[in-house]
């Protein structure tokens, strides 16, 4: 048993889909959540830039005393986590092997989409694991920067004119190819899966990367004996912290928790 809490972080708040699942699967467990809103994207900056945000991420976050680090971020995830994975002394887990192993197991016709980051699909590491999982499997990569830009800005939903225009121009040559199963390489991209759905007529198996980077934490904890003590009623309790300022926090917040955001917000400089 380990009650200290768990930090959780992304480069804006696209992390907050792996928190919506951490809420459902660990619900004794307390959060310190990290987006660096003040720097998002990621996704199209060099892995130099990528390591040093995400070194001082982590040195935010551990600033608490905390027992683990979840990487909400699949540009982090597939660029640097072997990196500070081998620079800090606590469990830094990524959403990105999840993800890829689920991808293997699910395809039929081994066809596997993958979207992310520019970032991400250069990196190669979805590929990978998928690979090594399924050395049938055979992977069509489409890097889709407007995604991450769209979502922070309110446009996700179904019937957005915006979106399905950009679901159209990314996702078509994925259709054409007759995959059976599409990763959503990238934490932001949760919120797009009714559109993305609804493109493919719901004959496509989609890989969230926020939902299989949960289970993996889950997995993780109890592997280590770390899951915190509960007692009747508890609910988990979350603390966000953001680098730019919290004024729509709230409201965006909400709509990636699928909640509503019930916790302390903070905006907080880490790169000084
Ligand atoms: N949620 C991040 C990811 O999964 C966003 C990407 C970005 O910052 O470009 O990659």
Redesign the pocket.
């Known amino acids: 048993m380990d009650n200290r809490p768990i930090g959780v972080f ?3 708040l ?2 907050l889909t792996v928190v919506r699942e951490l809420l459902d699967l660990l619900p004794n467990e307390r959060i310190i959540y990290l987006g660096d809103t003040g720097r ?5 900056r060099s892995r130099s830039t990528i390591l040093k945000y995400a070194r001082q991420d982590i040195d935010f976050l551990t600033t608490f005393d905390i027992k683990a680090i979840m990487v909400a ?3 982090v995830s597939t660029t640097v986590l072997d990196l500070v994975q081998a620079e800090y002394n606590l469990p830094i887990l990524g959403v990105a092997e999840a993800a890829s192993k689920a991808a293997a197991a699910a395809t039929r016709n081994q066809k596997i989409g993958l979207i ?2 520019q970032a ?1 699909i250069h990196s190669g590491t979805y590929e990978r694991i998928i690979r090594k999982e399924n050395p049938n499997a055979q992977i069509y990569s489409v890097p889709c920067p407007l995604f ?1 830009p769209l979502v922070e800005n309110g446009h996700y939903a179904k019937g957005d004119q915006l979106v399905e225009l950009t679901v159209k121009e990314y996702l078509t040559e994925l259709k054409t190819i007759s995959i059976d199963t599409l990763i959503l390489g ?3 991209y949760p919120l797009l899966m009714e559109a993305i759905d609804a493109f493919f007529g719901s004959h496509v198996t989609l890989i969230s ?1 926020g939902a299989q980077g949960a289970l993996h934490l889950k997995q993780e904890l109890v592997r280590r004996d770390a899951l915190a003590a509960g007692y009747p009623g508890r609910i988990a309790d979350c603390h966000y912290y953001v680098t730019d300022s919290t004024d729509n926090f709230s409201r965006l917040a909400t709509i990636f928790l699928g909640r509503t955001v019930k916790g302390f917000v903070e905006q907080v400089v880490i790169d000084e």
């Open positions: 992304d480069s804006g696209g992390g998002v994207p990621y996704g199209s971020c699949g540009t992310g980051t991400s991450v990238c934490t932001h990367t």
